[in-house]
């Protein structure tokens, strides 16, 4: 089993996802044969279907799906998807939280070769669209919370620049391994911060579920619940987690959003 059903992840997806709908902009769904490699729960594929996709396929590298409502295709790893797949057969693809780390399910692949499995399955022209963690070091001495999300979460050191580990992944470098994989970038950006309550390892369920609703319910308010032409990027971020910090003290990444197209 991956960490996806396992350490109360549907729970804690709704502490640490930005919304769905910023990542992937519903005009580039309708009618779209769309790939979402390991997804998790389901959540982003549920989007993308109810955007008007053509159809979703969402991945698993576990042998069971974890629900039932979709149309998933189990046990496919991070090397496996040009084996799975008809060559050129996606208009889009979407990965959330997996390029930095695609050997945590199992598989030998590393970004570069990703990147290669996703060119075989994506036409020319095709989009391809990244979430993942900045790079960031750990000081265990100095920064707690972060060291123990780390911990807490399982997750392999990543060599730095200059020798440091940290965790995360460095944008030079996936930049450079797209574009020499047959990428062209679009877009390399700043998202919606990761956000993981300090101190949630000591939680029960119940407490989390809880907290979930109510972080839920302040994203919604302030990224989807807005007037027109009030949603600028970054003061409308700045504010829901000033409101966020009121529940809870949180530890932060920057999460990075990478959109390349198929050359």
Request: net charge negative; aromatic share 10%.
């Amino acid at each position: 089993m991956t960490w996806e059903t396992t350490r109360s992840w549907h729970v804690m997806r709704y502490l640490v996802y930005y919304l769905v709908e910023d990542f992937v902009p519903p005009e580039w769904v309708a009618d779209r044969r769309i790939l979402d490699f390991s997804a998790g729960l389901g959540d982003l594929s549920r989007y993308l279907r109810e955007a008007g996709a053509a159809a979703v396929v969402p991945t698993t590298p576990d042998p069971q799906a974890p629900t039932e409502d979709l149309d998933w295709r189990t046990g496919i790893s991070a090397g496996r998807l040009a084996s799975s797949f008809e060559p050129a057969s996606f208009d889009l693809a979407t990965a959330r939280m997996v390029f930095q780390f695609p050997t945590w399910e199992g598989d030998s692949a590393d970004p570069d070769s990703l990147a290669e499995e996703f060119a075989a399955i994506l036409r020319t022209g095709g989009r391809l669209v990244i979430a993942f963690h900045q790079f960031e070091t750990i000081d265990a001495d100095t920064d707690h919370g972060r060291a123990a999300l780390v911990r807490y979460l399982g997750l392999p050191p990543r060599e730095g620049p200059h020798g440091e580990s940290g965790y995360g992944l460095k944008v030079p470098m996936l930049v450079t391994t797209l574009q020499n994989r047959g990428f062209d970038i679009q877009v390399a950006e700043h998202v919606e911060p990761f956000t993981f309550p300090a101190g949630s390892t000591a939680m029960s369920d119940q407490v989390l579920t809880d907290l979930g609703t109510r972080v839920m319910a302040i994203k919604r308010r302030h990224l989807v619940e807005r007037a027109p032409g009030t949603y600028e990027r970054p003061g409308v971020i700045r504010e829901m987690l000033e409101e966020l910090s009121e529940l809870f003290d949180f530890v932060t990444w920057p999460i990075v959003r990478v959109v390349a197209n198929r050359r």
